[in-house]
């Protein structure tokens, strides 16, 4: 980590990580809810609730590791600076391949995983990740 300043836009996007880290965790918890509640309240078989439930764990890691890196970001760890790059690109390959059947709903997310990459490769930015 760099013992310079922390850009304006990483304090910006480790903001934006966590909230959405937050929500994640939010959701896996209503998911695991319901697929508690769901077999009992309209007499489902416990398989659909299990599979609710175990969609709901999956959203709880997401957050997780969401929380996990917006604190890399917070604090300038090379390793997040890295992640979030992954995942910026893995999200532009996921929206790729979503715009082959509803190509107008996923031009905003694509964009924000470019501009990502773009601010996370400007030298200051770099220079605070220690790159």
Excluded: C, D, N
């Excluded at 994640?24 to 439930?53: D, H, K, Q, R, S």
């Excluded at 979030?84 to 690109?89: E, H, K, S």
Aim: hydrophobic fraction near 60%; avoid cysteine.
């Amino acid at each position: 980590m760099s013992s310079k300043t922390r850009p304006t836009g990483v304090t910006i996007l480790a903001a934006l990580q966590a909230i959405g880290g937050i929500i994640w965790l939010l959701f896996g918890a209503g998911m695991m809810m319901v697929g508690a509640l769901l077999p009992i309240a309209i007499e489902l078989p416990t398989f659909f609730g299990a599979i609710t439930g175990l969609m709901g764990i999956v959203f709880l890691i997401f957050g997780l590791v969401a929380l996990v890196l917006a604190y890399g970001l917070y604090t300038g760890r090379s390793w997040a600076w890295l992640w979030t790059l992954i995942f910026a690109v893995i999200g532009i390959v996921l929206g790729l391949l979503g715009a082959v059947g509803s190509p107008g709903s996923v031009i905003v997310p694509i964009i924000i995983h470019l501009i990502i990459i773009y601010y996370l490769t400007r030298p200051h930015v770099k220079a605070f990740f220690g790159k």
